[in-house]
């Protein structure tokens, strides 16, 4: 097939997208040739391709290009990040590709102001575009707003949301003084506190925030708010290779001053077992690098040197937190406080335990660990000895045996105490964390707030090889975002479209609320299976693992939770059934292992180590603890777990998050290299599907991004015009302005409420209106042209309204005089109707008198009578019409009498003609039944004659079938008959042949005995000797030759007569005379005698006739035919007579044709038909007919010697299928050519 080689873009592994031609189309699938040849040549699915549109070009609004697909979104950010531009706007979305490196002016004071106040798409896609967006929707809606950054680790969230804040604050802060530097300082202290080196981001933040940024009725930055949720706590404890603890702890080993370090007792990372298994560099540049004592560093970083990064330097950001503390309002006290917490937690990481001998089992803390020991107990200010008590054992409430509640200390054993001093050092830092938070909130002086911009940053969908709670919790939270996402853009969209009654195709979007109840469902989600499973006595992670598989799982494929086993990735497929699942979330499947789900799940601390740290003397540790959820307190069954904790702050975040207007930055990184200027195609375009990017742009193909309520671009644009423009309303100022722009009628759509814009176009209109005077000059006079055209319109419109009125006026005039007519003409009829209808009634009358008339011209009698009496009432009829006519005063009861006399005087002449009609139609009719039964009968008889003829018929085919059935019979009797003749014929010929052996010996035996005896005599008389006996006597045999003479019948013929004659022997026929046998068959009543007779009278004809033809000469051969050719030919083959022939003689009829050779010898042939009639084995009568020759009928008895001479079986007519016919068949033809009656045998007279 050929084809346009179109352009297209095709799904490629690495690149995301490669640029190919449509070589060949195949079904489902298209051969492409990549233009790059680097790239092989493939087959691919029409969904994995795409028209490409023009590769080169590159558009602010993605959703300006030709084609909106995955492919040319992803071209196009491809194209404009490799000019730098790393913003790009899906209609109202932003798309920011994380540059990795400072765009010069980017973010400067003077962009910030070039951007303020300008409407979306107006200015190059920027972040601060939607910052703008933002404040300006709180304005113009008066409703508060969100802008949800989000995106995977390094894609650049953290940072958008500073550059957010900073044009929040910068431009319209300036009132509220300190609140700007306020909210601004939270950054690095929640980054010391909150972020940490990973190997996806050097500045990963490792929580998730909510900073709100409120307004007074002013507008105004009136306070800040910050809520975070879900710090990862197994960092402070493990990190990965690459990766660092929180920041924090570097800033004080690195940045510290030296006084303060050594009262914390800080040295080096490697010093510290929650460092040393980490990554222990610190970020420095090459001058802070000079500050950093030897001491201070790691064996790492004297090797390898600082980690270097653009914004981070951990003896830099030491100075930087310190300053940002001290504005958040902490005194220097506190500071140390807080100082003193973290370096607490380095060194309660340092105590060790060693296993204690004896019984007991538990633990004690290894001896080289006490300084650590006393120097965190210090530092918490506890006493080391409580706190290693605290550590080594734990608090139980008896409720047996004693008080309910007398305490028992339960030794642990190495891995409790390691567990114990785990969870020790989380709970204290994730509570630093939470105090400082509380204090940057409290710090922010708070006005009372109208609006609030909040700004969301939290860490997008997660996915690692093995995954455990926090990515599970993450990526719950991803999937309610998701949701929000999909119901904000794509539901409300399309509601909003369908209410404003825009035209626009629905879009299906991937729902995945099955997912959010599979997680979070009060009864039975993934959350609640754990918080039971952590209320059991022994809780188990396999026990929990096992039981979400049960609850949840399922054996489709669909199902969301799976089996690890079913992953494609081979890595998963070790993890066994009760270590992990599978969750399908909406961005891809998950492999969660739950080994740890169940102790991250409950934060709780011994209840020892709670008391140990409430009883702190350091007022900051008293004060992290006072607040607590206090688990212990509430027993196991009532205790609050981390997962329902962060369900209720993400409830409380959805909550705000669905109140407000949404604005969307989607953050993309485009290398795992974490370097600037370079982009991976598949990493780019996996994170737009994962974000619901390419959902958006179907939804953006047929919708209408930008829209303004009338009243909005009336008061926004009215200043501009002149004052006669100003004064129109609201829509018709709209209208006038979008229709006088001359945009494409697909450009803008009018609603009902709000003018809406194609992607890109509300800006193309903003900008006009607000180009130069003489722009706006040209704009006017459009308006005014505008106006001048719907005027004229409008005038137009009226004059045709006047039109229709008027016609509609006219219309009516003649529906008013139709009704008059009607009545009117309902009046005279109401006073003329009587009579009309008396007259109308009486005339009826007429129509009988034409009835009776009819009747009449049918009578045979009194005809004239009749005629007279029909005139009279004729007359009487009109008399009585002219009666009413004339007296328009005649009462309803007259004509009522009137009418019935005339109907009684006509009713009597009818009833007399109808009698009269009767009576003669009766007698017609006697006539026409005696007509039609005579006909019945003659039909009657015809039928029966059928029927006879019928069955008849029928009859005939019964016979005809038996015949055929008998010939069959018949057939194989004779077939198994001729076998036993040939056997016997076989038998008999041996005997024969033995006999004429014998004979032969016997012959010479005697001629040899004759020899010697003529011997004897000659030799006795020679020597006058005397011979004893007589010569031995030669009987004659015939010889085997002579018995073969043709004129006679043949050896085995003989033998066969004689055996047939057998049973006969009381008649030796063979000295009869020929006559005296003729005479006997046509005399004798024995029927026995008659059959022999008959026998023997045929054998002797057939001798006669076998000679007759040996010596006719041939020519004359035919005429002397007696039965045709066929039959004599069967008589050659030899047959014994057939038993029982003689008691079961029958009649039989045949019919075969018969061809005669012309006489004459010429060579014409004569066809005819030979008929004969069997009355047993031999042929009574017989008949030859054809059609130019006199028919030739032939009788036993009579004319034997013309007369087929044998018997029945030999002629083999049986066996000839069809040659036997019916009787009747047979006697017709006899008839039909005089044929004598037949008779039987014993019954012919001796005529011969
Ligand atoms: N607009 C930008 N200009 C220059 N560099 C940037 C920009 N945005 C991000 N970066 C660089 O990328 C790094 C990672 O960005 P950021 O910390 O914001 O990622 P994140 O999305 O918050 O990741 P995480 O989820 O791990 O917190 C930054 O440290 C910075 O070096
Ligand atoms: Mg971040």
Redesign the pocket.
Known sequence: MTIDKQLVWVRDGTEGFVLARLQDLMGEEADVIPLDNRHQRRVAAFDDIFPAGDPAKEVDDNCELMFLNEATLLNNILNRYKKNK?YTYVANILL?V??????PD??SSSTIKKYQGRSLGELPPH?FAIADKAFRDMKALKQSQSII?S?????????????ILKYLCDLWAQAAGPIEQKILDANPILEAFG?AK?T???????FGKFMEVHFNNKYHVAGGHISHYLLEKSRICLQGPEERNYHVFYLLCAGAPQELRAALKITKPDDYLYLKNGCTQYFTSPQSEKKISASQKSKEQQTKGGLR????DDVEDFQRLHQALSRVGLSDDEKRGVYSVVAAVLHLGNVAFEEEGGARGGCHVAPNSEPALATAAALLGVDPGELRMALVSRLMQSSRGGMKGTAIMVPLKTYEANNARDALAKAIYSRLFDFIVHRINSSIPFQTSSYYIGVL????FEYFQMNSFEQFCINYCNEKLQQFFNERILKNEQELYKREGLNVPEIRYVDNQDCIDLIESKNHGIFHILDEESKLPKPDFEHFTLSVHKELGGNSPNARIQVARTSRLKAHRALRDHEGFLLRHFAGAVCYSTSQFIEKNNDALHASLEFLVQESNSSLVQQLFQNTDNNNAKGKLNFISVGSKFQTQLTQLMGKLKENGTNFVR?I?PNSR?V?GVIEGSLVLTQLQCSGTASVLALMEHGYPSRAPFAELHALYKDLLPARLQHLTAKLFCQAIVHSFGLSDKDYKFGVTRVFFRPGKYSEFDTIMRSDPEGLKAIVESVLAWLVKARWRRSIFTALSVIKLKNKILYRQRCLIKIQNSIRGYLVRRRHQPRYRGIAKIKTLEHNLQDMETVTAQLKKEKENAKKNIENLRNSIRSACAAIKSNPNISRTEIDQLYTKLTKDVETQMSALKKAMADQKNSEEQERLRKLEAEMRAAEEAKKLEQERLRQEEENRRLKAEMEARRKAEEAERIRQEEQDRAAALKLQQQLQDAARADEENRERLEQERRDHEMAVRLARETNGHVEGSPPQLRSFPTMDSMNGENKLNRSERVRMQQAMQGKQKYDLSKWKYSELRDTINTSCDIELLEACRHEFHRRLKVYHAWKAKNARKTTMAEQERAPQSIMDAAKTPRLPQKGDVLGARHRYFRIPFVRAGGGGGAEERRGWWYAHFDGQYVARQMELHPDKTPVLLQAGVDDMQMCELSLDETGLTRKRGAEILEHEFEREWAQHNGPPYRPPHSRANRA
Request: glycine share 10%; net charge neutral; hydrophobic share 25%.
């Open positions: 790393i920011a994380n540059p990795y490196t400072d765009i980017m973010y972040v950054v995106g995977e680790s390094g894609a650049g969230k953290t940072e958008s949301t500073k550059y972020n990973t996806r981001n050097n500045n990963s933040s490792r990064d653009p914004i981070l940053d939290i860490a997008g953050c990184k974490m600037g």
